[in-house]
């Protein structure tokens, strides 16, 4: 579900015209900055399901928060079939180090994927979840050290109550959903008659970029499997600046070096230099590293996941060739022509 309008209602079937609408017309003009006589032909927000990664972290989450529930965990594996490695599979995950020490792998590897969910906001919030149960600890031991001069709210006569999986993992999950329904709603899109406009308000954030036509280069359009059933799309504009492009490392670390092991030594003999010659070529190759250039899926500078996809390029195609060079050359060449 998304907001995608034209900046009016049409004026009939056969030939759609804008009409004014004072109260709407003057809040997005003031939204998106514009400039006097500049008309918003379209404005469009990302699609509901634009973010679907950020609920499919949230249902992890909360999965692994039911996991590591003890009665939830000890109803799995200890029961009276299960086996001995099943029992001590519950003890090992029965404590709240290795529930931190996965909840913190989820979040680095959330983060190295570099995908649309590896923001700043995303990660922090993975984080705080992950080291929620050692702020319960922490809570207790300053009550035990501190003793009756600490506040005492919890259950364990600490600041904080006692740390429950299932009701974190709620609390938790619960915030991301909304936190991302809130997200999708902060990008805003225009197209006016004279440029595009990107307006982002997330929390504290604020953003707000306004692209000329005759800056653009390049209208390209991006659909996912998931876009492709639901009917939405990513169109990303390109300048010659390098708006729109980001570079990409793939690969391990770049220049590692060489195992100590696998460098010649002066007492090596032929077949021995041979052999580590053969491992730091084979080492080389493991941790080669490239840098590429790809198109940048930035909510902030494209049209993220958008509805109506195909209308919304079509418009800026046309205002793209409209202010392009060529088209005021050929313009002023038939103008030349006329006189």
């Known amino acids: ?22 109260a709407t017309d003057t809040s997005l003009e003031k939204k998106f900055r514009t400039i006097p006589g500049e008309e918003i032909l379209r404005h469009t927000r990302p699609s509901f399901m634009a973010f679907a990664g950020y609920y499919v972290l949230a249902m992890v989450m909360m999965a692994l928060h039911w996991l590591f529930h003890n009665d939830n965990l000890a109803g799995l594996l200890t029961s009276e079939d299960s086996s001995g490695f099943a029992k001590l599979l519950f003890t090992f995950l029965a404590n709240d180090v290795t529930f931190m020490g996965i909840m913190l792998a989820l979040t680095w590897f959330n983060r190295m994927l570099n995908l649309n969910t590896s923001n700043r906001w995303l990660t922090f919030w993975l984080l705080l979840a992950s080291i929620a149960p050692l702020l319960v600890v922490l809570d207790n031991s300053l009550t035990a050290i501190v003793g009756d001069g600490y506040p005492s709210l919890g259950s364990d006569g600490g600041l904080l109550p006692e740390y429950n999986h299932l009701i974190a993992g ?170």
């Open 170 to 339: 709620a609390i938790f999950s619960g915030m991301l959903v909304v936190l991302t329904a809130y997200y999708q709603r902060s990008f805003h899109y225009a197209v006016t008659s004279d440029a595009v406009i990107f307006d982002h308000r997330f929390l504290l954030v604020r953003g707000h970029r306004r692209i000329l036509f005759e800056k653009i280069s390049e209208v390209g359009v991006e659909r996912s499997m998931l876009g492709t059933i639901l009917g939405f799309a990513t169109i990303s504009l390109l300048t010659d600046s390098g708006i729109g492009l980001a570079q990409e490392t793939r690969g391990v670390a770049a220049a590692a070096p060489a195992p100590d092991v696998v460098q010649s030594n002066e007492d090596d003999t032929n077949a021995e230099k041979a052999g580590k010659g053969v491992i730091r070529r084979l080492f080389g190759l493991l941790t080669y590293q490239r840098t590429v250039t790809t198109t940048s899926p930035d909510p902030k500078i494209c049209f993220f996941n958008v509805r109506g996809w195909q209308d919304t390029e079509e418009l800026l195609n046309e205002l793209h060739m409209r202010h392009s060079q060529s088209s005021q050359l050929s313009e002023l060449k038939a103008a030349l022509t006329q006189d």
């Open 1 to 22: 579900m998304t907001e995608e309008a034209t900046d009016a209602p049409a004026a009939s079937e056969e030939a759609p015209a804008p009409v004014e609408e004072k």
